[in-house]
Structure formats: C-alpha cells, structure tokens
C-alpha cells in the first residue's frame, strides 16, 4: 500500500489566521481525499482533491474556507482559511488505489485558539 | 439517505469475544471497510469485504450481508491493546471514496 507523509502533525494557530496542510504520497495516485474528524467523531469526506482541475466538494464545505491543490498525483495540500475555534479539528489525507483500499496520513490536529 | 449505524461503546473482558455490528444505507455499494484507529492516531486498514460471508484475518474476522445492509467484526482472543474506535466505512458505487459511520469505542477491561 501507499505510504503518505503528511504534515504538520499538529498546530495551534490564532483564529483568523490560515493553515496549509500538505499530503505527499510515495506513489503515483489518482484518487486523493480529505477529511476532517471533529473532537469524538467519525471522518467526515471534505473534498476530492483532483490532479489538473477544481476539487469536488461534499455539501457543507466551500472552496473558499478549504481551498485545494493537487499539482499532480503524489501531492496535495488543504488550506483552512480564516479560521474559528469551530475548526479544532484532525484533518486527514487518504489516498485510495484500485484493489488495495484506502489508506490515511497520519493527521494533522489543529487547535484553533 | 445515507446512513451507516454503529454502537457507540462497548466494552469487553481481556481473553473475550466481541462483535461489533455496523448496519448501512447508502447510495450504491462498491464494498464495506473496518477500521482501527488508536486515539490520536489515523486509521489503520482492518477488513474489506464485497461478497457475502466471513473474511478471516488472524484474530479479527469482518462479515457481510448485501442483501440485508449488514456487517460485523468479530474481535477474539481480546488484548488490552484492542481497545479502540473501530469504524466501519462503505465504498460507494460512483463515488470512489469512503462514507464512514459514526465509530464503536470499543474499550477492553483486565
């Protein structure tokens, strides 16, 4: 399976600031994804990120608070822009590949004070 | 609309058997993943299962039924480091990505 480098690991940052998170994978993906897992929750899917065009959005996330990028198939970054204390949350990449499943980064914890 | 129901906790004896069951409607089904995740850490690959029946891995087996919307994971032999969230996630047909439930804290006393 594919290993993934995420980082940061974890932050604190001042709300109204900006965070980018970044995801680079080992291998050549076409599916990379992010998600966010609020205090004692589930994940719950922000965005496909797509290599060469606009991420797809789930209903609740907006490009302009989580903005995306994916130059190309090993790497991506999530941005949480003018941040709150409501975005304290674990963000995580995922990267799916046909006949091996999905496999996580290992998160990055953000505490929005 | 979608919705994939777990227990929320559970808790079993060191040496036990537990089964934690998960129950799902989605739009369109492409296979049904269990996860592990340890507090604090990401999720680590458990299962996968897109036929009926029982895979068997080990100490851990998952099972599925299509036709009934349901799955389980079976735990035996329990160790105190099993103690964990466990999720369990569908793979939507189309959608090429993981809708998750809410998660079964499992916690595994002495």
């Known amino acids: 399976s594919a290993v993934i480098s995420q980082k940061p690991s974890r932050d604190i940052c001042q709300r109204g600031t900006s965070l980018t998170i970044q995801c680079q994978v080992d291998s050549q993906v076409t599916m990379m994804f992010w998600y966010r897992q609020q205090p004692g929750q589930s994940l719950t899917l922000i965005a496909t990120?797509?290599?060469?065009?606009?991420?797809?959005?789930e209903s609740g996330f907006v490009i302009d608070k989580f903005p995306i990028s994916r130059p190309n198939l090993t790497f991506s970054t999530l941005t949480v822009s003018n941040m709150s204390p409501e975005d304290s949350s674990i963000y995580l990449c995922?990267?799916?590949?046909?006949?091996?499943?999905?496999?996580f980064g290992s998160g990055t914890r953000l505490t929005v004070v | 609309g979608q919705n994939i129901d777990q227990p929320t906790e559970m808790t079993a004896t060191e040496g036990a058997i537990v089964q934690i069951n998960c129950t799902y409607q989605t739009s369109g089904f492409n296979g049904l993943f269990w996860y592990q995740q340890h507090a604090g850490e990401a999720p680590t690959f458990l299962s996968y299962n897109v036929l009926d029946g029982l895979e068997e891995k080990g100490r851990f087996s998952s099972f599925l039924s299509r036709s009934k919307g349901y799955s389980y994971l079976l735990l035996k032999e329990l160790q105190m480091k099993d103690s964990a969230s466990y999720l369990c996630?569908?793979?939507?047909?189309?959608?090429?990505?993981?809708?998750f439930g809410t998660g079964t804290r499992l916690t595994v006393i002495p």
């Open positions: 996630a569908v793979d939507q047909t189309g959608a090429n990505n993981l809708f």
């Open positions: 995922s990267v799916g590949i046909q006949g091996s499943g999905y496999t």
């Open positions: 990120a797509n290599q060469g065009s606009e991420a797809t959005y």
